[in-house]
């Protein structure tokens, strides 16, 4: 059987060899062998196998049992994965529901991050971060210049690599405050903190950006999700775009049901 490498961005990040493909992977991980855990899952399959991991001994343990059946998983490394696999490495994107279903995002082209961050763009940025650290963060900074900014060797709170994700931010920021038709609500817990977070960012340019949350796990959903999941290291940046919803109804309409998208 195919062995395949996959990295794990959320809720762990972890190094895994498998036999099986990404959809099998991605339900194996959900729901467990047995069917008797549940949690939704973000991992990116490697395209080849580079960095300083023992690529060899995984490839020798992770065969098919005895009896035919293929090897589910065999852990490479769970610390300090991203910031050693080069970027040329990293293939799609996938996101798996609790319930075990998955969906894949394509690796865009440079002109396609461009083109869609300009057209959404509305002065403030919410991002979740998902590996290696976790907060919610609200920030001035465009998705590449703010992966760039917490990666950059000059910052002094940086990270060798960061995988996050932008979310919606209702424009009219008092339907946090009065509780109006808003979808999904991002930060339901105590939305005026997050209110007097924007604030800060917008009404003092040289704050470019203010912890909302630290950990931000329970309350994380795919359908907050603005436009995708990003990489940056630096000076390079990855986008993996969303598919809108509409196009989510015609290419797996029970995955969408399943991330309540819609």
Not at 117 to 138: A, N, Q, T
């Amino acid at each position: 059987m195919k062995q395949n490498f996959y990295l794990t961005i959320f809720p762990m990040e972890a190094l895994i060899a498998s036999e099986l493909e990404p959809a099998a992977f991605g339900s194996y991980m959900a729901v467990g062998a047995r069917k008797g855990s549940a949690e939704a899952l973000m991992f990116i399959q490697l395209k080849d196998t580079r960095g300083p991991f023992d690529w060899d001994s995984a490839r020798a343990a992770c065969i098919e049992h005895a009896d035919g059946r293929p090897k589910h998983s065999y852990y490479l490394s769970i610390y300090r994965v991203l910031e050693n696999l080069p970027l040329d490495i990293l293939g799609s994107v996938y996101l798996v529901t609790r319930d075990g279903r998955t969906l894949e995002l394509a690796l865009a082209e440079r002109s396609v991050y461009a083109d869609t961050i300009d057209r959404s763009w509305s002065s403030i940025g919410l991002y979740k971060e998902l590996c290696p650290v976790f907060p919610l963060v609200v920030s001035r900074r465009k998705p590449a210049e703010f992966g760039a900014y917490l990666t950059a060797p000059t910052s002094r709170t940086r990270v060798p690599a960061l995988v996050f994700t932008d979310l919606r931010i209702c424009e009219n920021l008092e339907e946090y405050l009065t509780g109006g038709n808003i979808g999904n609500n991002v930060y339901d817990r105590h939305p005026e903190h997050l209110v007097n977070c924007i604030n800060q960012v917008r009404e003092h340019p040289e704050k470019g950006a203010k912890i909302v949350d630290r950990t931000y796990f329970a309350h994380f959903s795919y359908s907050l999700i603005k436009n995708g999941v990003f990489l940056s290291k630096q000076d390079e940046t990855l986008f993996w775009p969303l598919p809108s919803v509409a196009r989510i109804k015609e290419i797996d309409y029970d995955w969408g049901r399943s991330a309540d998208m819609y």
